[in-house]
């Protein structure tokens, strides 16, 4: 008992050093939902050929985009849940032009059991400051 009173600070130091460990792992699969950066994008885009879901507006999408990747605007979504129907049980990127309408894409589709859902981490800025390739 007398470590603990002469070590407070430290022992408080230790477990405040571990939640600051811990906190980022847990908001990175928030929800169910994996947030990934720009290179685990690629790596899961690649390695386990997931698709690509787009939510910008068809404007947005036309100025540039990742490669192979399947445009629904989020104002779609809702209607348009048929037509991905044969990915709720494989991974699916979600992507918008920052990552604010993708994380509501993504709570939508996990609300519909999608279950290996992502969300690219900064969205397009992320994508384009990484000088990673487009498609148009």
């Known amino acids: 008992m007398e470590f ?5 600070l430290l022992i408080g130091l230790a477990i ?9 792992l847990l908001s990175r699969s928030a929800a169910g939902v994996t947030v990934l950066s720009v290179t685990e994008a ?3 885009m690649s390695r386990k050929s997931a698709l690509v879901l787009d939510v910008r507006e068809p404007d947005e999408f036309a100025q540039g985009h990742l490669q192979g990747a399947r445009n ?10 048929k037509e991905l129907e044969k990915y709720r049980e494989k991974p699916v990127m979600v992507v ?18 999608f279950t290996a ?3 690219l981490k900064g969205g397009m800025q992320a994508w384009l400051e990484a000088k ?3 498609g148009k």
């Open 42 to 44: 690629v790596m899961l």
């Open 16 to 24: 405040g050093s571990g939640i600051a460990l811990i906190l980022p």
């Open 72 to 81: 629904i605007p989020l104002s779609q979504l809702d209607a348009r849940l």
């Open 4 to 8: 603990f009173k002469q070590n407070v």
């Open 96 to 113: 918008c032009e920052r990552g604010g309408r993708a994380t509501k894409a993504a709570k939508l589709l996990k609300a519909q059991q």
């Open 117 to 119: 859902l992502h969300v």
């Open 132 to 134: 990673m390739p487009t």
